[in-house]
């Protein structure tokens, strides 16, 4: 009801009723007509707000799906395996490593509201064990899955600034200013939260570690703005900047090691 309008009230005029070829049983039917284009409008909203890369379970076996680009550093000859394969009857994303290097990467543009959230399913069949990320020497993930947010770098100290600057130069490559991690870790307690050892612009969560079956499938639902204010939210200000980029990664180079996991459709769903 548009403001300043006056609210009408009291029986129906059965005069306009009759003009609009509507009785009682007509006006039943209405409503009931209304109710179904409303529920289904609310169907329309609640599909719509699932959002990211298409699903793997969709893509038929050999290379990743398009929109995937693999991503790697100029000194890294031995890359990371990524393709789609059939395991159990459905198509997955193989993910292989040894000696290796390597990203698979999807971007992305979308809004981090309150309430996003963040979906997947995992397997790891083997772990690198000489993996420590505690370490440069050894900071290998058997599975990771992350996200890139697009905060302005001027919200960064003059010496955060200055380290992606001199990065950003050495890469030949747009550094996010931010990346938060979720890894299948080999010794550090789930729940652990830590700075990446190489960087401050990397931020990690430990949700699947030893404890875990192998090559049993889990699955993940993670509030991501909640994750990212207690990890980024400081140097933020609150601010909650669009995701810019989805990852999937494995590595073994600096280990030696080798690894094995699998990963299943990953959505990203914005709240109601």
Not at 22 to 48: Q, T
Not at 50 to 76: C, D, H, I, Y
Not at 190 to 207: A, H, P, S, Y
Request: charged share 25%.
């Amino acid at each position: 009801m548009k403001r300043g309008l006056p609210l009408r009230t009291g029986r129906a005029n059965p005069v306009r009723r009759a003009r609009l070829g509507m009785g009682p049983i007509g006006a039943r039917l209405m409503l009931v007509g209304l109710a179904a284009a409303l529920g289904a409008a609310a169907s329309a909203r609640a599909a719509d707000a699932t959002f990211g890369p298409a699903p793997f379970s969709a893509a038929r076996p050999g290379p990743a799906p398009a929109g995937w680009e693999f991503v790697t550093l100029p000194n890294k000859p031995d890359k990371t395996a990524y393709s789609i394969v059939d395991l159990e009857g459905k198509s997955v994303l193989k993910v292989a490593s040894e000696h290796a290097y390597g990203n698979l990467a999807h971007v992305l543009d979308a809004p981090l509201m309150r309430g996003t959230r963040l979906e997947w399913q995992w397997r790891v069949d083997k772990l690198n064990e000489k993996a420590d990320i505690t370490v440069k020497s050894g900071e290998d993930s058997s599975a990771k899955l992350c996200l890139s947010f697009a905060l302005p770098s001027d919200k960064l100290s003059f010496g955060e600034r200055t380290k992606l600057r001199l990065a950003r130069m050495a890469l030949g490559t747009d550094v996010p200013t931010e990346t938060l991690c979720y890894l299948w870790d080999d010794k550090l307690p789930k729940g652990t939260e830590m700075v990446n050892v190489f960087t401050t612009r990397i931020r990690q969560v430990v949700l699947r570690s030893r404890g875990d079956p192998l090559g049993q499938w889990q699955t993940e639902r993670r509030d991501v703005a909640a994750d990212y204010q207690r990890l980024f939210g400081k140097e933020s200000g609150g601010e909650l900047p669009p995701i810019s980029e989805l990852i999937v990664s494995a590595d073994s180079d600096n280990t030696g090691g080798s690894s094995l996991a699998y990963f299943g459709d990953i959505k990203l769903t914005e709240p109601p």
